[in-house]
Structure formats: C-alpha cells, structure tokens
C-alpha cells in the first residue's frame, strides 16, 4: 500500500546532514551489516524506542529479515513516505544509530496528535554511539527538522513527550 508523500513535492529531502559529533546518510541496504551488527548488540537497550508495547528488535532477528527492513525503509525513503537515516561517526565509518521520521499512526478517526504534529522522530544509539549525549544528539536533530524540514512541529515520543503524555495527547479534544 502507498502512502501519500509526507512532505511536499517541493521539498528537497536532505539526503546527508553533518552535526557536531555525527553524521545522517540515508539509510539503506549499504548500511546492511553495520546496521544489522548495530541492532544486534543495542536490542536490549534500543528496544521499545517506538513505543512501550514495541518490542522491536525481536531476539531471534534475522540478517535477511533486517536487510529486507533495510530495503523497506530505502523505498519509503524514494515514495517520501517516511526517511530513515544511519545515524554515523563524523568520518561516517562508525554506525551509531539511526534516525525514524515518520507519520503519526493512529487508528483513531480524531487522533488529535495529528493536529499538534505534522510528523514524528524517533532515534536510537547503538554501542558505539554511547560516545555521544542523547539529550545534545536530541535538541540537534529538533533544531535540523524545525529549520530544514517543512513541519510546524515534530513530535519525539518517547523523549520530548513521555510515553503517557503521548498516549493521552491522542484522544480529541472536548
């Protein structure tokens, strides 16, 4: 199923962007074994990033079944449905998480989140990107999609909003 573009046509969707600290590439079936050696090592810790019942990473995942996610996130990526990231060292040698910039989903007729944001963020840091402040990596990739991205507001359940904060923020307004 397609979805409809989550930015505008008009809208030049950075392919790179270069911080202090690191890097984002897009994310695709190049970054297959760093990703996958990535996922592996951090499951316990990156786990429930997308939400407190998403157990993402599953324990017996796959190489293949990571490489065809891999592949999915390329395509989204090319349909500007959704933009995955490698989130790299500087010199873009070291794998050190990766960046989810997605819709809001919602099964809700009136998810009232869908008004408050335009798009939702979600990151996480492998092993290796324990070298870097999640708080500073945070207010960094905040400040990128506020003044290069075309949304009013972007949402970071999870790390902006708790997970409480974000299941209550869904029900309409009264």
């Given at each position: 199923?397609?979805?409809?573009?989550?930015?505008?046509?008009?809208?030049?969707?950075?392919?790179?962007?270069?911080?202090?600290?690191?890097?984002?590439?897009?994310?695709?079936?190049?970054?297959?074994?760093?990703?996958?050696?990535?996922?592996?090592?951090?499951?316990?810790?990156?786990?429930?990033?997308?939400?407190?019942?998403?157990?993402?990473?599953?324990?017996?995942?796959?190489?293949?079944?990571?490489?065809?996610?891999?592949?999915?996130h390329a395509g989204e990526f090319e349909r500007r449905e959704a933009f995955a990231y490698a989130?790299?060292?500087?010199?873009g040698t070291a794998y050190l998480g990766c960046l989810y910039l997605k819709r809001i989903k919602?099964?809700?007729?009136?998810?009232?989140?869908?008004?408050?944001?335009?798009?939702?963020?979600?990151?996480?840091?492998?092993?290796?990107?324990?070298?870097?402040?999640?708080?500073?990596?945070?207010?960094?990739?905040?400040?990128?999609?506020?003044?290069?991205?075309?949304?009013?507001?972007?949402?970071?359940?999870?790390?902006?909003?708790?997970?409480?904060?974000?299941?209550?923020?869904?029900?309409?307004?009264?």
């Open positions: 199923m397609t979805l409809p573009a989550l930015v505008p046509d008009d809208f030049s969707v950075p392919r790179q962007f270069q911080a202090a600290g690191f890097q984002l590439q897009v994310l695709s079936p190049a970054h297959a074994e760093a990703d996958f050696d990535a996922v592996r090592t951090s499951a316990d810790r990156i786990r429930h990033v997308f939400g407190p019942h998403n157990g993402w990473p599953a324990a017996d995942l796959g190489f293949e079944e990571n490489l065809a996610d891999l592949n999915r989130l790299l060292d500087p010199g919602s099964r809700l007729e009136d998810d009232r989140r869908k008004r408050l944001f335009q798009a939702q963020a979600f990151f996480w840091l492998s092993e290796a990107g324990l070298v870097l402040d999640a708080e500073a990596v945070l207010a960094c990739l905040a400040r990128w999609l506020q003044q290069d991205w075309p949304f009013a507001a972007v949402a970071f359940p999870g790390r902006v909003q708790s997970w409480a904060t974000w299941e209550a923020m869904a029900a309409p307004a009264a």
